[in-house]
C-alpha cells in the first residue's frame, strides 16, 4: 500500500485527506493546549486519534466495508469534540461572564480554534461521504 | 458505489455528528437544568391538593400570592420601581455645594459633560414591563429640566467611546469636546454638569495604578484636561456654575475640586434601571438631600494601610514551585494555593484608621506624625490625608442638634442617646443622628496588642422630613456590646476596657472625634482641624477591666466566646508578624513583606483531614426511607428545637434524597413523596438574576447595595430587603444568594457595589434590617462571603492573614448583624481561605462561631463550586466543618456522601442528616410552603426543552440508524450483483 499523492486522489477521498490533515492539527493543538493548560483529557485524544485512524482506512482500504471508516471517523470526531466543548464550560463560564469562579485556564480563543478546526476536520468527512468513490482508482 | 449509497452515508455522517455533538451536549444541559430552566422561566413542579386540608398561605404578598399573574407581577415591579427611586433620593451624597448652585433652579439650561454621561455604571436599558420605562441620567435630565435645555451637542463625540473598565478610564479628548463649544459659548451655560465614573466588579478590583501611571481613582490625563478646560470657561464667564456627578462606588480621590473651580459634588453611585429619576429629583430641588457616605474619602486612594496588601499588591509566595509541588491541592499551576494578602492594618480600616491617627497626632501620641502612610511624604497631616469622612453628607437645609441626655437600660445593656433636632434652613428635609464610641486605650490595651479605633460607630437613626422650623426628638439605642473590644492574647474574649468612655454625636466620624477631644480639653491650637463641641458627648469612667461580662454568646449563654481563629494569623505559621498599632504608628506601618510558604503553611493548605470518630455512629444506627407520614407542609411551623419531630421527618427520606438537598442548579430538585416541591434561588447584583414568571423579563435592576447604605435609614433598609422578596417570590425563588457582608476594605475592591460599607457596625445594621424583612416575607437571605473575601484579585483560594481581633470586629460583625438581629437563615462561604484554610473546610467559623456562638438557624453553601479546582473538592471535610450544601454543584457533592455511607460511614450519614435537617427547615421558612397543605402532592413536571432534547435524540438514533443501514444494503447488495457492474467502474 503506498500513500497517493493529493492529485491522484477521488473528489471525496481529497475531502477526507483534508480532514484528517485537520484532525491530526488539531490533535496535536489539542495535546499542546491541554499540557499547558492542564486540560488534558484522554478520552478526547482517543477520540481525535480514532477520527484519524479511520480517516486513513477509508482512504487506503479500498474493501466494502472500509466504505464506511468515513462515518465511524466522524462519529469518533464529534465525540471528541463534545466532550471538549462539554469540558470547557468552566473557560466559557468564567470568560463570558468575566469572573474567575470555575478556576479556568487560558482563554476562550485556543478553545474556539479547537472547536472551529474539529468541526471543519468533522465537515470534511461529512463531505467525502457524500461523494461516490469508484473503484479502481 | 451508487449514488444513493453515498447520499445514505452522507446523511449518516451528518446524523452521527449531531448525534454524538447531541449526547454529549445533552450531558451538559441537563447538568445545568436548573441553571436552564431559571433561563427560560420554566416550572418543574406541580402541586396538586388531595384530601380535605385547606392550602396554607404562610407568607402574604400584598400582591397576591400568584405569582403567574401579570397585573400582580406589573404591581410588584411598580413598587419596586417606586421604591429605587426613594433610595436614590436618599442614597445621593452631597459633598459640597457653594455659590448657591444646587439645587437647579427651573428650567436651567445645562451642557452635558464627561463620557460618562453617556456610559454609566450600574444602569439597565431594560424593564419587565413597557409601563415602567428605564431611565437614564440623560433622560432623567430632560425629564426634570425640559429636553430643551439641556445641551447633548457631546453625545456625538462620546458616542464613539466605550464605558470606563476597572483599569481604563474612558473620556474624550479636550480637542474633540472643544468641536462642540459653540453650543455652549452662548447657551445652555448656567452650569456644566460632568458625569465621572469608575467601577469594579465580580473577579475584578479596580486598578490601583492606571496605563498612564496615575491612580485609577484620581483624575485622569483627559479628565484633567476637562476641568481644566471647564474651569477656565467658568472664568471667562461662559459657565455660570461647575457641578460633577461621581458614578461610582469606588472611594474616588476628589482633593481637585477646589483646584478647577467645582460649586457642587455629589456621589450619585449606580442608580439602576430607574434611579437616576431620584437623582434628577436632588438636582432640581424637588427632593432635598440626606445621604451620608458609607466609606472615608482620601484624597490619595492607596494612602491606607489596608492597600500594602490588597488588589495589585497581592503577593506570591516566593518558594511557589516547592508549594505546587508539595501542596495536594495544586490543580491550576497553583493558582488556588500560591497567592495571599496580609491584614497588616489589623482593626485600622477606613475611619478607623484616619480618624484613630488624626486623634494621635492632636494628642501627640504614637508618633502619629511619622512620613510613613503620608501620602504627601511629610509629616502626616489628617487635613491633607482626608477629603470626606465617613458619615459626611451635606443637605440644602440646615439642623442644629443638641444631645438632650444619654440613659442606660441595665437590664438589657442598652444605652439611649436623646437628641433634640431643629431645622433652621429653609427646606424641608431628613437628617441622620449618627452616634460614635470612644473606648479606653490604656496600658493593658497596649501590653495585650488590644487596637481601639479612636470613635466606632455605634448607633443611628434617620428623621422624617422635619419642616422648616420644626424641633423633633430622637432617641438612639446603642448596645453594650459594641463598646467592648476582643482581646485575643489577654482575656481571648471580649473585654470591657477600663478608662473614660465617651458617646459623642457628630454630623460625620471626624465631628464626633472633634467633639470628643474637645471634651478631653484639646482645640485647634493642638492641631485639631476644627473645633469640637463638648456638649454632644457623654462621658463615663469604667472603674476595672472586665472580662466575664461578655465571656458568654451574647444569643446563648452556654458558649464561651473565646479565640477561634488562630489560624488566620500569620504569626500561627511560625512566622513573626507584626500588625499595625496605634502604640507606634511609625514602627509598626506595614511594609510589603516577601514570603516563603513553610510547612505549616502547607499543611494547613492541604484539607484532607477527615476522620471518623471513634464514637461515630454506625450506619444501621439510621433508618431511612420510612413511611411516617409526616409531610414537607406539616413542618413549616415546627421549632428548630424540635429534634424528634425533625428525625421522624427525615426517616422519611432515602440516602439518595437527602444528598440531593445538597446539590444546587439555582436551586433545589423537590421531593415528591413528602409533598417539597422545587425551591429557587438565584444571585443577586444589584437585581435580582431571575425572570418574573408572569412574563419572562428580567426584574429591575436596582440601586446598588452601597447606595441602600448611604441612605443611612434603617426604613429604606427593611424596604430593600421586603421589595427584593415580593419580587424573588415573583419570580418563582425562595432564596436569594443576597447581602453584602464583606467590607469595604480598600477603595479599589471590586465589589464595593454590593458590600455594605468600610464600617463592619454600620453593616452589623443593614443586614439587620434587610434580613429581617426579607426572612418576614418567606425569602431567604443568604448572606456572602462568609468571610475574608474582600478582594476579587486572586479570589480563588487566597491565603489571607488576619489577627482574631481585627476579624471579629471588622470581618465578622456585618455577618453577625444579619444572623442574630435579622434572623438571615442563608450564609454563603468564600473562595478565599481563613490564613491558609479554604473558607468553606473551617469548622470553627461554620459549626463554631456562626452555628454555635451566633446560634444560627439556617442552612451554609458553598461559593460557586467547580470540580476543576481540587480546593474546592473536600466533599466531606466540607459536611464536617458545617456546609449544608454546594452552590452549582448538580452532581459531585451528593455523590461523593453517598459512595461514603455506602462505603459504611455512619458518621457521613449523621453529619448528612442534619444538613438535610438544616436545608429542609430553611426551605421550610420559606414561600415555598404557600399553597401547600398535609394532603398536598408535587407532580414533576418534565421541562418542554428537556423533552424537546430526549425527542431530537431519538429522531437522529432513528435517522442514523435507516441511514446506516440503507448504507450497507447498498454497499453489499452491490457486492450480490457485482457481475450486473451495479458500482462503477472506471
Redesign the interface.
Known amino acids: 500500500m503506498r500513500l497517493r499523492k493529493f492529485k491522484e486522489l477521488q473528489k471525496g477521498e481529497r475531502a477526507s485527506r483534508i480532514g484528517t490533515l485537520t484532525g491530526i492539527v488539531v490533535l496535536i493543538f489539542f495535546c499542546v493546549y491541554g499540557l499547558v493548560y492542564q486540560y488534558f483529557d484522554t478520552i478526547v485524544v482517543l477520540g481525535m486519534f480514532l477520527g484519524i485512524v479511520c480517516s486513513e482506512l477509508y482512504l487506503h482500504c479500498k474493501i466494502k466495508a472500509a466504505e464506511c471508516m468515513n462515518v465511524v471517523s466522524i462519529l469518533c470526531a464529534s465525540f471528541a469534540l463534545g466532550l471538549f466543548f462539554m469540558n470547557s464550560y468552566p473557560v466559557w463560564a468564567d470568560r463570558l461572564n468575566n469572573i474567575s469562579m470555575y478556576s479556568s485556564r487560558g482563554t476562550l480563543f485556543p478553545v474556539i480554534t479547537i472547536l472551529v478546526l474539529q468541526v471543519a476536520a468533522i465537515l470534511c468527512e461529512v463531505v467525502s461521504c457524500f461523494c461516490v468513490r469508484k473503484e479502481g482508482v | 458505489?451508487?449514488?444513493r449509497?453515498?447520499?445514505f452515508?452522507?446523511i449518516?455522517?451528518?446524523s452521527?455528528?449531531?448525534?454524538?455533538?447531541?449526547?454529549?451536549?445533552t450531558?451538559?444541559l441537563f447538568t445545568y437544568a436548573g441553571v436552564i430552566n431559571n433561563a427560560l422561566n420554566v416550572q418543574t413542579n406541580r402541586i396538586v391538593q388531595t384530601g380535605e386540608s385547606e392550602p396554607q398561605i404562610i407568607y402574604d404578598n400584598p400582591y397576591g400570592t400568584d405569582i403567574t399573574n401579570k397585573q400582580s407581577a406589573l404591581k410588584v415591579e411598580t413598587a419596586v420601581a417606586s421604591e429605587n427611586i426613594a433610595q436614590a433620593e436618599e442614597g445621593c451624597v452631597l459633598l459640597k455645594n457653594e455659590n448657591q448652585t444646587l439645587p437647579l433652579s427651573a428650567e436651567s439650561r445645562v451642557t452635558v459633560f464627561g463620557n460618562g454621561s453617556f456610559h454609566t455604571q450600574g444602569t439597565s436599558n431594560a424593564t419587565a414591563f413597557e409601563a415602567i420605562l428605564p431611565v437614564t441620567y440623560i433622560s432623567s435630565l430632560q425629564t426634570a429640566l425640559g429636553e430643551e435645555n439641556v445641551n447633548l451637542e457631546l453625545e456625538s463625540v462620546y458616542a464613539s467611546l466605550g464605558i470606563t473598565s476597572n483599569t481604563d478610564i474612558s473620556e474624550a479628548e479636550i480637542s474633540d469636546v472643544k468641536t462642540k463649544e459653540n453650543s455652549w459659548k452662548s447657551d445652555y451655560n448656567d452650569a456644566a454638569l460632568v458625569m465621572l465614573s469608575r467601577v469594579g466588579?465580580?473577579?475584578?478590583d479596580s486598578a490601583m495604578i492606571t496605563a498612564e501611571g496615575r491612580h485609577y481613582l484620581g483624575l485622569s490625563k483627559k479628565e484633567e484636561d476637562l476641568m481644566a478646560y471647564l474651569a477656565q470657561e467658568k472664568a471667562d464667564g461662559i459657565f455660570e456654575h461647575i457641578i460633577v456627578l461621581i458614578n461610582a462606588d469606588q472611594m474616588m480621590e476628589l482633593d481637585w475640586l477646589d483646584d478647577y473651580d467645582v460649586d457642587a459634588c455629589m456621589i450619585v453611585g449606580m442608580p439602576g434601571t430607574v434611579g437616576f429619576t431620584g437623582v434628577a429629583n436632588i438636582l432640581t430641588g424637588k427632593t432635598v438631600p440626606s445621604g451620608h457616605l458609607v466609606d472615608t474619602y482620601a484624597a490619595d486612594s492607596l494612602s491606607a494601610p489596608a492597600n500594602v496588601y490588597a488588589g495589585e499588591n497581592t503577593q506570591k509566595f516566593t518558594n511557589s514551585e516547592w508549594l505546587n509541588a508539595n501542596a495536594t491541592d495544586n490543580?491550576?499551576?497553583g493558582?488556588?494555593i500560591d497567592w495571599y494578602v496580609i491584614y497588616a492594618e489589623g482593626i485600622y480600616v477606613g475611619y478607623k484608621y484616619y480618624e484613630t491617627r488624626y486623634e494621635d497626632l492632636v494628642m501627640k501620641a504614637g508618633n502619629a506624625d511619622s512620613v510613613k502612610g503620608s501620602s504627601t511624604k511629610t509629616a502626616w497631616n489628617y487635613q491633607e490625608e482626608v477629603c470626606y469622612p465617613f458619615g459626611y453628607g451635606l443637605s440644602y437645609t440646615e439642623f442644629e442638634k443638641e444631645l438632650i441626655g444619654v440613659d442606660y437600660d441595665e437590664m438589657n445593656d442598652q444605652y439611649f442617646v436623646d437628641v433634640k433636632i431643629s431645622n433652621i434652613g429653609d427646606y424641608a428635609g431628613k437628617t441622620v443622628v449618627q452616634v460614635y464610641a470612644q473606648t479606653p486605650y490604656g496600658d493593658y490595651e497596649k501590653e495585650n496588642l488590644v487596637e481601639k479605633s479612636a470613635v466606632s460607630l455605634v448607633g443611628f437613626e434617620k428623621t422624617d422630613v422635619i419642616a422648616p422650623g420644626e424641633s423633633v426628638e430622637l432617641s438612639v439605642s446603642v448596645d453594650g456590646y459594641f463598646l467592648t473590644s476582643y482581646d485575643a492574647k489577654g482575656a481571648e474574649g471580649y473585654i470591657l476596657s477600663a478608662g473614660d468612655y465617651f458617646l459623642s454625636v457628630g454630623e460625620n466620624a471626624h465631628d464626633a472625634l472633634n467633639n470628643i477631644l474637645a471634651a478631653k480639653g484639646y482645640g485647634t491650637a493642638d492641631g485639631m482641624s476644627a473645633e469640637g463641641d463638648a456638649a454632644m458627648t457623654y462621658q463615663w469612667n469604667q472603674a476595672a477591666l472586665d472580662q466575664d461580662r461578655y465571656r458568654m454568646s451574647n444569643v446563648n449563654d452556654e458558649v464561651e466566646v473565646t479565640n477561634a481563629f488562630d489560624y488566620a494569623d500569620l504569626n500561627y505559621y511560625d512566622i513573626d508578624f507584626t500588625y499595625l498599632s496605634r502604640k507606634d504608628w511609625d514602627a509598626t506601618w506595614p511594609e510589603k513583606i516577601s514570603l516563603e510558604a513553610n510547612e505549616s503553611i502547607k499543611e494547613a493548605l492541604n484539607t484532607d483531614w477527615y476522620t471518623i470518630p471513634e464514637d461515630a455512629p454506625a450506619v444501621s444506627d439510621f433508618t431511612q426511607g420510612v413511611e411516617n407520614g409526616i409531610t414537607f407542609a406539616d413542618m413549616a411551623n415546627v421549632e428548630w428545637e424540635d429534634e424528634d419531630t425533625w428525625n421522624a421527618f427525615i426517616d422519611q427520606l432515602t440516602v439518595e434524597e437527602m444528598a440531593g438537598l445538597m446539590l444546587d442548579a439555582e436551586g433545589t430538585q423537590g421531593i415528591d413523596h413528602i409533598g417539597m416541591p422545587f425551591a429557587g434561588r438565584n444571585d443577586d447584583g444589584n437585581g435580582i438574576g431571575s425572570a418574573l414568571t408572569a412574563v419572562g423579563g428580567s426584574g429591575m435592576g436596582w440601586v446598588s447595595e452601597v447606595m441602600t447604605s448611604r441612605t443611612w435609614n434603617k426604613d429604606r433598609f427593611s424596604a430593600r430587603g421586603e421589595n427584593l422578596a415580593f419580587e424573588a417570590a415573583y419570580c418563582g425563588l425562595t432564596e436569594i444568594w443576597y447581602g453584602g457582608g464583606n467590607i469595604h476594605r480598600t477603595a479599589v475592591a471590586g465589589r464595593n457595589n454590593q458590600y455594605y460599607s468600610e464600617d463592619a457596625n454600620l453593616g452589623y445594621f443593614i443586614g439587620a434590617s434587610e434580613a429581617k424583612s426579607m426572612q418576614d416575607n418567606g425569602i431567604v437571605y443568604c448572606i456572602k462571603h462568609f468571610a475574608l473575601n474582600d478582594q476579587?484579585t486572586h479570589?480563588?483560594g487566597l491565603n489571607t492573614f488576619c489577627n482574631e481581633q481585627a476579624l471579629r470586629e471588622n470581618y465578622l460583625r456585618a455577618f453577625e448583624g444579619a444572623i442574630t438581629k435579622g434572623g438571615a437563615k442563608g450564609v454563603m462561604t468564600a473562595?478565599s481561605r481563613l490564613g491558609s484554610r479554604q473558607s468553606a473546610t473551617c469548622p470553627e467559623l461554620l459549626n463554631g462561631v456562626l452555628k454555635s456562638e451566633w446560634g444560627f438557624k439556617g442552612h451554609v453553601t458553598t461559593?460557586?463550586y467547580?470540580g476543576?479546582?481540587a480546593y474546592?473538592t473536600h466533599y466531606l471535610e466540607e459536611l464536617a466543618s458545617g456546609i449544608d450544601y454546594s452552590c452549582l454543584d448538580s452532581t459531585d457533592h451528593a455523590a461523593a456522601v453517598i459512595a461514603a455511607i455506602n462505603a459504611g460511614d455512619g458518621y457521613a450519614l449523621e453529619l448528612l442528616r442534619k444538613a438535610a435537617k438544616h436545608n429542609l427547615y430553611t426551605i421550610s421558612r420559606t414561600v415555598a410552603e404557600n399553597g401547600l397543605s398535609s394532603g398536598s402532592r408535587v407532580i414533576t413536571v418534565v421541562p418542554g426543552w428537556q423533552s424537546g432534547l430526549l425527542v431530537w435524540t431519538l429522531v437522529l438514533i432513528v435517522i442514523f440508524g435507516v441511514s446506516?443501514i440503507m448504507?450497507?444494503t447498498g454497499?453489499?447488495a452491490?457486492?450480490k450483483k457485482e457481475e450486473t457492474n451495479e458500482?462503477?467502474?472506471?
Do not use: P, Q, Y
Not at chain 2, 16 to 25: D, K, R, S
Not at chain 2, 201 to 204: G, I, L, P
Open positions: 458505489m451508487k449514488k449509497t453515498a447520499i452515508r452522507g449518516a455522517g451528518i452521527a455528528f449531531l448525534l454524538m455533538v447531541t449526547v454529549t451536549g450531558n451538559l466588579s465580580e473577579s475584578n490543580t491550576n499551576d493558582d488556588n476579587e479570589r480563588e473562595f461559593d460557586g467547580s476543576s479546582s474546592k446506516v448504507m450497507f454497499l453489499f452491490g457486492k458500482i462503477e467502474k472506471i
